[in-house]
């Protein structure tokens, strides 16, 4: 499959721990975005990488979210401390940095905090 | 980028055609229109996507407005796979900036048997 994957699929945290999630974009794509989806609602933009930089971040994104691309392949996003109001679907997405830059998404983490 | 208006739901019978609206009045010259759309507990999946002429593939037909204020999404023979949200995102395209997608609520297609 030379999709986008995520991992975990599922993740089911206490309040106050960290999380960790993975993606790992489709190989030939530089951009690379995360994205946040409560239920009911659509997907919120939280930050984007091109190669390893990282360009952009939503005022969503507190302090205490970290995301990281170290060698301009995979990335990971951390949530540290979380709270209720964490849980979500946690989306990726690759894109192509020529052309239309259609986006590509992964199946999603979902997380819960209990 | 522009903002999008779609009906919050709509059936469409199995096999016939599904034709989803999407008002985009702000919508600039230099502004694609991108329909995605999400199927339950899946990642949304890019479906098509157009700047001013009408654009089809295997997926669905792309039909936009002459003044470019408006566009529908075709699913020519609907099945019961296309239940799913569907989005429509205006976005701007340059190489740093306007880079994300902005998704709104969407339609909640259900294809009826």
């Known amino acids: 499959d030379t999709g986008v994957s995520q991992n975990p699929r599922h993740k089911i945290t206490k309040r106050g721990q960290n999380v960790t999630f993975r993606c790992d974009p489709i190989?030939?794509?530089?951009?690379l975005y995360w994205y946040r989806q409560t239920l009911g609602q659509g997907p919120e933009f939280l930050t984007y990488?091109?190669?390893?930089?990282?360009?952009?971040k939503s005022r969503l994104l507190s302090d205490r979210f970290s995301a990281e691309r170290p060698k301009g392949s995979f990335s990971t996003l951390e949530i540290q401390r979380t709270e209720q109001g964490d849980s979500a679907m946690y989306l990726c997405?690759?894109?192509?940095?020529?052309?239309?830059?259609?986006?590509?998404f992964g199946p999603g983490t979902r997380l819960t905090v209990t | 980028d522009a903002k999008t208006t779609q009906p919050t739901s709509m059936d469409c019978a199995e096999g016939r055609a599904a034709n989803l609206p999407c008002n985009h009045s702000?919508?600039?010259?230099?502004?694609?229109v991108y329909w995605y759309r999400q199927i339950h507990s899946q990642g949304p999946q890019y479906i098509i996507h157009?700047?001013?002429n009408n654009e089809t593939n295997e997926m669905a037909s792309l039909i936009i407005t002459e003044d470019r204020k408006s566009s529908t999404l075709i699913l020519p023979h609907a099945t019961l796979r296309d239940t799913a949200v569907y989005y429509c995102?205006?976005?701007?395209?340059?190489?740093?900036?306007?880079?994300?997608?902005?998704f709104g609520t969407g339609t909640r297609l259900t294809i009826i048997p």
């Open positions: 997405a690759s894109s192509p940095d020529r052309g239309t830059y259609e986006q590509y």
């Open positions: 190989s030939e794509h530089n951009r």
């Open positions: 990488f091109q190669n390893e930089a990282q360009l952009e």
């Open positions: 702000t919508i600039s010259g230099n502004e694609y």
């Open positions: 157009g700047l001013k």
């Open positions: 995102i205006v976005r701007g395209l340059s190489n740093f900036g306007n880079e994300k997608l902005t």
